[in-house]
């Protein structure tokens, strides 16, 4: 999923930081790379307010994605004690997906109408609070109705960040803030399954849900008093209107979505059924699948720490935007060939390593799905055509969720999903390629 743009190394060259003008149709040079935060003119109270919004940033998309990973995490144990078959699970996911795809199509005009930091402190109330309450659903259906307020709540997180960083940080320090805002839920994703199935084991699955939704209250004190100085960096707008018309009929719009639907629907499926896979295919105990886990969103943050080198590099020795864009995504997707290979291995930490391969591709491709996003589309509409990706990458993550469980159920296994993980990539550079055969602004 990962919905950062790019991580900006200090060997980069960032010559094509740029600002877009309202009509979208030129770039201008916005700031010399090596500009400091002095030279923007910032006191040493708005450099500290800056560094602690990251801060928070960062944690919030954290606790994000240890709330919805631990149900994952814990499905042996709610297997065994509620009898659930794998369709009811797969349900759940994809409820989850649903609920969070049909909330992506209100946050911005919630994050717009209320403000960031409003918006982002109702939001991890409501995802805490609904965290706190699957540790009192006995059945199906009330597990089904805390997923959908968790999911509803926690679709602010990532559109709140990036129009935070946007909003509030100068442009060269932005790239940086959302390049860690993006390596924030592969820190959550690795954390998770460390510590959560020791605990469960230890205090049990209902203390498991407790304590990771009780993190968000805690989170909620420092962005409370942390973001209360906050003001707009220059004339930035709030808020602005969009045409869904134009975006609708134009082309580059439907580049975005239909990569963000062909290619999140990988991160789908491993958060939400890769410790069943370990489990079934390896013979793991609860307090077995951490290691696994973590090994594979180890190389999901280091994807997403060095997703933003290739790029300039490329640039950097002389290919045009489109063919460096374009061969940067390509690097990735045949990356992601490795991932299938996982079904082979006979060891889970050969199929951690294979599948966390797959990871690592996911998070440089889809930063250059963001980049593309921002070389391309106009400034204004950005966040609505982010937005409407994130809409489809949900829906898309509910259909492989619901196929793994009918595969499950009827003994097909894990292959088919392996399979459309490993031509997912090269698939969504061809629909891009097929509507924007020239990237350009």
């Known amino acids: 999923m990962s919905y950062g743009v790019i991580f900006s190394f200090p060997y980069a060259r960032d010559a094509l930081i740029c600002k877009r003008n309202e009509g979208g149709g030129t770039l201008a040079p916005d700031e010399e790379p090596g500009m400091t935060m002095q030279e923007h003119g910032m006191t040493a109270g708005q450099r500290r307010t800056m560094i602690l919004l990251i801060i928070l940033l960062f944690a919030g998309n954290a606790l994000n994605y240890v709330d919805r990973q631990v149900l994952a995490l814990l499905k042996p144990t709610l297997e065994a004690e509620f009898g659930w078959s794998d369709r009811d699970y797969a349900h759940l996911g994809s409820t989850f997906q649903i609920a969070a795809a049909s909330a992506f199509l209100f946050i911005g005009w919630f994050i717009d109408r209320l403000g960031v930091r409003m918006a982002y402190g109702i939001a991890i109330i409501v995802w805490s609070a609904a965290g706190m309450a699957h540790a009192l659903a ?97 004339d930035l707008p709030e808020r602005a209107p ?160 619901e196929f793994a469980g009918w595969s499950l159920q009827n003994g097909h296994g894990y292959a088919p999903m392996f399979v459309i993980c490993g031509g997912a990539y090269l698939a969504a550079l061809a629909w891009i390629h097929l509507w924007v055969p020239k990237l350009e602004g």
């Open 138 to 234: 006995q059945t199906v259906q009330q597990f089904v109705a805390a997923r959908v307020v968790l999911a509803v709540g926690e679709t602010v997180s990532t559109p709140a960040g990036i129009k935070a960083a946007t909003l509030y940080m100068p442009p060269k320090q932005r790239n940086v803030a959302i390049g860690l805002i993006n390596t924030a839920p592969n820190i959550g994703a690795i954390l998770t399954p460390l510590l959560i199935p020791p605990f469960a084991l230890a205090f049990g699955w209902k203390a498991a849900f407790l304590v990771t939704g009780a993190l968000g209250f805690v989170w909620l004190i420092g962005w409370w008093w942390g973001t209360r100085d906050l003001k707009p960096m220059g």
């Open 242 to 401: 969009v045409n869904w018309g134009e975006l609708l009929r134009d082309r580059r719009s439907w580049a975005v979505i239909g990569a963000k639907a062909l290619t999140d629907c990988v991160w789908w499926f491993v958060l939400f059924w890769m410790p069943d896979y370990f489990s079934r295919v390896f013979g793991l105990g609860q307090g077995q699948l951490g290691w696994p886990i973590a090994i594979i969103f180890s190389l999901a943050a280091l994807g997403a720490i060095t997703s933003g080198a290739l790029y300039p590099i490329l640039l950097s020795r002389g290919m045009s935007g489109n063919g460096a864009r374009k061969a940067s995504m390509l690097f990735y997707a045949l990356v992601v060939l490795a991932m299938p290979l996982a079904m082979l291995a006979t060891s889970p930490w050969v199929a951690a390593l294979l599948i966390g391969m797959g990871l690592f591709a996911h998070q440089g491709f889809s930063t250059n799905i963001f980049g593309m996003t921002a070389d391309i589309v106009p400034a204004i509409r950005v966040a609505s055509v982010i937005a409407l990706g994130a809409v489809a990458g949900n829906l898309s993550g509910t259909g492989i969720i």
